[in-house]
């Protein structure tokens, strides 16, 4: 394998993977079912890894993608679940995202 495209799919996992790591220890839970919550208050879970994602963009501590429970675009930003009460927690594992990235 060339040189080039080695160092870019290194420095990508690199980045990938430190966010994800900075991002657990800020208390979010990064990964298939992060909590996010979108501008309007909807909670729901989606697949959550900084910097890959095929459906929405990211803006590193927010995404601008389309709301499950509204059926809106919004931004939505992580949500830490240990802030959120039982219901709360329940109606957000309810409504998932589209299992992509």
Known sequence: MPRRPLLTALSCGAVVGGGTLIGRRLGYEMGPNL???????HLFT???FPGA????LDLVIARLQRCPVGGHLSLVTPVRERELSDA???????VHDLRLP
């Open 46 to 48: 989606t697949v959550w």
């Open 53 to 56: 994602t095929v459906k929405s």
């Open 35 to 41: 909590v996010v919550r979108c501008r309007r208050g």
């Open 88 to 94: 709360e927690r329940t109606a957000a594992h309810a």
